[in-house]
């Protein structure tokens, strides 16, 4: 099956906008559900003192003549009331249960939920509508029972005020939002004009035939995109650097091929002519060539760009011993000694293949640029900081100039100027020595040159 295609990202801008309008959105509608509930706590509170007013206009007038309960309804007091809505007025005066005067189907008290004196607001529901009644209760001299007076009043001009105050508070948050959109715009396009400066100075990068590598320059940048730019930057220069390192070996390994490769075409052409040595010079030619390829297939292994390779435990003496019976052979031919001191087993955490391949490396030099009848000796040792490894000979060793050098590519030395070799034993020998952590170190000793790989690693 098709892989699943990635799901577009969303743009920045976008996402700014939801990030900004989302919140304002929300704390506008917030501020709108607030400010109803605010208005709406307001216009009870409004209407209820005007109500209040009325009530205890009417309730002032209440009085006592000869034993009866008698009043005056004041006209100021329904004036009161009167509004735009022409809100219907309703009022009651009862003592006890019996009624005074007024509507005597209006929804009566309990009069003992009534305080006394102390007016008391309700809604009811009265003739089919929606009404307010403010309330109080009053004990009258020589009256037995509870005086209650009662004005109510339809809500029309309540809710039309209310609506009224609901909408302008709508109007001014649509008129803010609309205000807030209109420069949200000019503002996101100022403040991702950095971003877009810095795209710019990327993208001019591929407009040039040849790559450029060099450390973006997008001007002064936002503390935000400083970072990106950095970023960017040290990718472009370990890029240059891995680039420049291919192309410096690639340059290195057709120069150091060419040699042998040209050799191998003139033996081949003597060959052909019936000279029988050149068959002799072809082998040759071709174990230099074939050493020379193993060596850059070593080195291109060691320099890999990866996780630090998985350690494990590794037996020194163990790795010395397979070393030293791969290249017994050649001691034995160059006349060369090898003698191991090591003891009987050391253990430390590390990289078995590119223990061996140093050591190897180590080995292959000190038994090539060695004297006829020359001693290399492999020293295993331990102590309190880790672990090492030393290879030494007593052939004619280095100058102190090439010894400053050594572990450079492809270099070959004055000592050895003699000798076949290839010019990367001890560059693969420090590259792998850095995967591993470890140190390498290399001395004079004269006579002879000592190569020490010391490991921080755990002993065991």
């Given at each position: 099956m098709p892989a699943d295609r990635p799901q577009p990202a969303i743009a920045l801008r976008t996402r700014l906008l939801a990030a900004m309008l989302g919140p304002l959105l929300l704390t506008a509608i917030a501020l709108g559900l607030a400010g109803a509930a605010l208005i709406a706590d307001v216009v009870r509170r409004t209407n209820d003192r005007v109500l209040g007013g009325a009530l205890g206009a009417i309730s002032e007038t209440v009085a006592v003549e000869r034993g009866d309960v008698t009043l005056d309804l004041p006209a100021a007091a329904f004036g009161m009331l009167e509004n735009s809505e022409r809100d219907n007025i309703y009022y009651r005066i009862a003592v006890g249960d019996r009624l005074v005067t007024g509507y005597g189907d209006l929804s009566p008290p309990r009069p003992q939920e009534l305080t006394l004196d102390v007016p008391r607001f309700r809604f009811a529901r009265y003739r089919d509508q929606d009404i307010r009644i403010a309330e109080v209760r009053r004990a009258l001299p020589r009256i037995a029972g509870p005086v209650v007076i009662q004005v109510a009043e339809t809500l029309d001009g309540r809710r039309a005020l209310h609506r009224r105050l609901v909408l302008a508070l709508v109007a001014g948050e649509l008129v803010l939002l609309a205000i807030a959109a209109l420069f949200i715009g000019p503002a996101l396009r100022w403040s991702l004009r950095p971003l877009a400066r810095l795209r710019r100075a990327v993208a001019a990068r591929d407009t040039r035939a040849t790559p450029d590598l060099s450390p973006i320059d997008a001007g002064p940048l936002p503390a935000e995109l400083r970072p990106l730019a950095e970023a960017f930057s040290n990718v472009l220069a370990r890029l240059?650097?891995?680039?420049?390192?291919?192309?410096?070996?690639?340059?290195?390994?057709?120069?150091?091929?060419?040699?042998?490769?040209?050799?191998?075409?003139?033996?081949?052409?003597?060959?052909?002519?019936?000279?029988?040595?050149?068959?002799?010079?072809?082998?040759?030619?071709?174990?230099?060539?074939?050493?020379?390829?193993?060596?850059?297939?070593?080195?291109?292994?060691?320099?890999?760009?990866?996780?630090?390779?998985?350690?494990?435990?590794?037996?020194?003496?163990?790795?010395?011993?397979?070393?030293?019976?791969?290249?017994?052979?050649?001691?034995?031919?160059?006349?060369?000694?090898?003698?191991?001191?090591?003891?009987?087993?050391?253990?430390?955490?590390?990289?078995?293949?590119?223990?061996?391949?140093?050591?190897?490396?180590?080995?292959?030099?000190?038994?090539?640029?060695?004297?006829?009848?020359?001693?290399?000796?492999?020293?295993?040792?331990?102590?309190?900081?880790?672990?090492?490894?030393?290879?030494?000979?007593?052939?004619?060793?280095?100058?102190?100039?090439?010894?400053?050098?050594?572990?450079?590519?492809?270099?070959?030395?004055?000592?050895?100027?003699?000798?076949?070799?290839?010019?990367?034993?001890?560059?693969?020998?420090?590259?792998?020595?850095?995967?591993?952590?470890?140190?390498?170190?290399?001395?004079?000793?004269?006579?002879?040159?000592?190569?020490?790989?010391?490991?921080?690693?755990?002993?065991?």
């Open positions: 240059d650097t891995a680039t420049a390192g291919v192309r410096r070996f690639t340059s290195d390994a057709s120069h150091q091929m060419r040699t042998p490769l040209s050799a191998l075409k003139i033996q081949v052409a003597l060959a052909r002519r019936g000279d029988r040595a050149a068959l002799d010079e072809i082998a040759d030619a071709a174990d230099r060539l074939e050493h020379l390829v193993t060596q850059l297939l070593a080195l291109a292994r060691a320099e890999e760009v990866g996780e630090t390779p998985p350690f494990e435990p590794v037996d020194l003496r163990e790795v010395a011993v397979a070393v030293i019976n791969r290249h017994i052979a050649r001691a034995i031919e160059a006349g060369v000694e090898v003698i191991l001191d090591a003891p009987p087993s050391l253990t430390l955490d590390s990289h078995r293949t590119l223990v061996f391949e140093i050591l190897s490396n180590l080995l292959d030099n000190a038994i090539r640029y060695n004297r006829a009848g020359g001693t290399v000796t492999i020293t295993v040792d331990a102590d309190a900081d880790g672990a090492s490894i030393a290879v030494g000979d007593d052939g004619p060793g280095l100058s102190d100039a090439d010894v400053a050098r050594a572990g450079e590519r492809f270099v070959r030395f004055t000592s050895g100027r003699d000798r076949e070799g290839s010019g990367l034993g001890l560059a693969i020998v420090r590259s792998a020595a850095q995967r591993l952590g470890a140190e390498l170190a290399i001395a004079n000793t004269r006579p002879g040159l000592r190569c020490t790989l010391r490991f921080h690693s755990r002993v065991e």
